[in-house]
């Protein structure tokens, strides 16, 4: 092939970085699997690259098998957190560029607009490292098992007992979730419920085993563990809108399942809060405050 023909392999790098990061949970990681990937691939002999006929493919390989490395050693990495971890939320824009290539069935849409939301990441990391690879390569990216099977270094019977153990997670853990409009509305109700600092309102959209996890990283002040309960969650939602009074901005996003709401003031966004909804309460509400997740929310400086 004339090498003016070749595709250029740099063309790959933001559909990389999408992939890397769902499988990873952050931008900052993803990048640098990716990086590292292409560190590999440019350390080869000139003769060597020359001899790969799909770069693109290459790339692929390389950045899962360096995501299944990363994932392998993440708990340990992550047992010496400061507080919870959450994944890294996105800024629609953000998002929109880490986005799998088209397809025009419906149900693909489907799926590869929810594979950036908060929710699905947080059922991710409950997976296995070798069952988030496959499902992320089968179901989000459409490679075929037998090049999942290749780029994991497993038989495709076993990518697809995987891909089928994965899923049978994600659909666990994601049971009973309310249609996207109905998450929306309670969602609206929650901020207008917040806003006013009623605490009866915002218990009414609990659920009685409600969770609250907050990601500070121990850069800024957030919950060291869980926070319980209706009454308990209320008053640490009520307790941070306070902080700020008149100040408080805050505007809707949407990452994919439904609407995230970002907090701050002056125009800097602090929090990013995204919220579960089953049986039409809220069962769930994740916040990133950590700076570090929150880069590509601000401008620059």
Request: aromatic share 6%; proline share 6%.
């Amino acid at each position: 092939m004339d090498p003016d023909d070749r595709p250029d392999p740099e063309r790959e790098r933001r559909a990389l970085t999408g992939l890397a990061y769902r499988m990873l949970g952050t931008v900052a990681d993803a990048e640098d699997a990716v990086q590292e990937a292409y560190a590999r691939w440019f350390r080869m002999p000139q003769g060597a690259r020359e001899a790969v006929a799909n770069p693109g493919a290459w790339l692929m390989t390389a950045t899962s098998r360096i995501c299944l490395d990363v994932l392998g050693s993440a708990r340990v990495r992550r047992e010496s957190y400061v507080g919870e971890w959450l994944p890294e939320p996105l800024p629609s824009s953000v998002a929109a560029m880490f986005a799998p290539p088209a397809s025009d069935d419906p149900l693909d849409l489907v799926a590869r607009d929810e594979s950036i939301s908060t929710a699905l990441l947080v059922v991710l990391e409950s997976l296995t490292p070798a069952e988030r690879v496959v499902f992320v390569l089968h179901e989000v990216f459409a490679v075929p098992f037998a090049e999942v099977a290749e780029i994991v270094g497993r038989t495709p019977a076993a990518c697809r007992q995987l891909a089928v153990s994965a899923r049978r997670h994600v659909h666990e853990g994601r049971a009973g979730i309310v249609s996207r409009e109905r998450h929306d509305e309670v969602v609206r109700a929650f901020i207008a419920a917040t806003g006013t600092g009623r605490l009866d309102a915002l218990v009414s959209l609990l659920d009685p085993e409600v969770v609250l996890v907050s990601d500070g990283g121990g850069l800024v002040s957030a919950a060291r563990r869980p926070v319980l309960g209706p009454d308990h969650v209320s008053r640490f939602l009520a307790g941070i809108i306070a902080q700020r009074g008149a100040a408080l901005e805050w505007s809707l996003h949407d990452d994919g399942d439904g609407l995230t709401v970002a907090f701050g003031e002056r125009g800097t966004v602090d929090a990013v809060a995204a919220v579960e909804v089953r049986g039409e309460r809220i069962s769930r509400v994740w916040i990133v405050r950590n700076p570090e997740k929150l880069r590509r929310w601000n401008p620059e400086g």
